[in-house]
């Protein structure tokens, strides 16, 4: 991740998201900017809405110092996903 990211770089629009950018925004998000460009092409009036980037949530995780406590805990891997116990 680069050192100093921009506020833009935290917040992306759905006009301007894709299935494409999945790692940096989800597949939810990436979804809805897909649904978004695809009905205003149509001629649907939609709002446009806004997704939270993953740099950004990792930001604030290590700014709150918790990516330190979750990476500690029994079942976590990186990634921060649930593993399975055997």
């Given at each position: 991740m680069p050192a100093a990211?921009?506020?833009t770089e935290y917040v992306?629009?759905?006009a301007d998201i894709g299935l494409e950018d999945i790692p940096s925004v989800g597949g939810k998000n990436a979804s809805l900017g897909e649904m978004y460009q695809?009905?205003?092409s149509q001629g649907v009036q939609v709002p446009n809405g806004f997704a939270i980037t993953a740099?950004?949530?990792r930001h604030f995780l290590r700014a709150a110092g918790t990516d330190r406590t979750a990476a500690g805990r029994p079942g976590?891997?990186?990634g921060g996903q649930s593993g399975s116990v055997a």
């Open positions: 990211l921009t506020q992306r629009w759905f695809t009905l205003r740099d950004a949530y976590m891997h990186q």
